[in-house]
């Protein structure tokens, strides 16, 4: 994890291969690789200036995300969004008894406040990440909200 590291320019080189190898393979948009990137241009220059990088970024030549939270997510990272939007979808969608939105949706904007500065809030968001309900040992997103405070600590 070259992001928790504070490796950067290392994570970034690695990222843009990411993000270019799935691209190219799967023809749709590679949309983690793109938020863990927003995260580390946001982490690496502060907001501002990692806002002004993604935006001068090429987008995907295949569209758009077609997963409604994770498209939410994206849009969070890459300044189209308020956080306030995020968390609404979140809480909304919490019901939905076949997702797990409350521990990615969760654990993002612990990511998203963590890239911003916000040490306290992102803990917040990845302990209640840490407690989604429908979270199974077996999806490595369940581990990624322990890491962080582990890491965060």
């Known amino acids: 994890m070259l992001y928790y590291n504070q490796k950067y320019p290392e994570a970034l080189e690695q990222l843009d291969r990411a993000i270019d190898r799935y691209e190219t393979l799967y023809e749709q948009v590679a949309t983690e690789e793109r938020v863990w990137r927003a995260a580390v241009l946001s982490r690496y220059h502060g907001r501002e ?45 919490r019901s939905n008894p076949y997702g797990n939105y409350d521990l990615y949706g969760f654990f993002y904007i612990g990511l998203y406040r963590d ?16 407690r989604a309900l429908r979270a199974r040992q077996d999806d490595v997103m369940y581990h990624f909200p322990r890491l962080h405070l582990l890491w965060r600590t």
């Open 49 to 93: 200036t990692g806002l002004a990088k993604i935006r001068s970024s090429p987008p995907s030549p295949y569209g758009t995300e077609t997963r409604r939270l994770m498209g939410a997510v994206l849009d969070l990272f890459e300044g189209r969004v308020e956080e306030e939007e995020v968390l609404a979808m979140v809480e909304e969608a």
């Open 115 to 130: 890239a911003c500065g916000l040490a306290g809030p992102a803990r917040a968001a990845m302990e209640q990440a840490t």
